[in-house]
């Protein structure tokens, strides 16, 4: 994932067997996209169905359409346009968890990322996915 204008980038492409990238198609055996995204103050992960992607035009279907790339938006983040809000008002459907950095003094809660701890809660917008999401913890 890079980050361009604030808004964090994902590639998401294949090698063909001729050689040139092209976006991932419905008919491939992926299932899920998992994309994690954060910044200094929160880290979560999106977890798309390859369906859903195929939906709003990311996936190809039988080799037709598709992209190389597209946008993430995290329930944190701030939009700054139309087309960002829109993008983001499905993807927080997808994004089930997120961990909030914050400092703790108490010895219970020791972090591997600077001396605070991550802490899990979930998103209350993402029904569908819980069960699955809770399967992964």
């Not at 701030?78 to 499905?90: F, G, L, M």
């Amino acid at each position: 994932m890079t980050r361009h204008v604030g808004d964090p980038f994902v590639t998401v492409w294949k090698r063909s067997v001729g050689g040139p990238i092209q976006p991932f198609d419905a008919t491939d055996p992926v299932h899920l996209f998992v994309i994690n995204t954060g910044d200094r103050d929160h880290f979560g992960l999106f977890i798309f169905p390859v369906g859903m992607l195929r939906e709003h035009g990311v996936v190809s279907a039988t080799g037709s359409g598709g992209k190389r790339s597209f946008r993430v938006y995290p329930p944190w983040m701030r939009t700054t346009n139309r087309q960002a809000s829109s993008a983001q008002a499905w993807h927080v459907d997808y994004f089930p968890a997120r961990w909030a950095r914050h400092t703790c003094r108490h010895r219970s809660c020791p972090s591997p990322i600077t001396g605070g701890s991550l802490h899990l809660s979930a998103h209350p917008q993402s029904q569908h996915l819980r069960p699955f999401h809770r399967g992964l913890i």
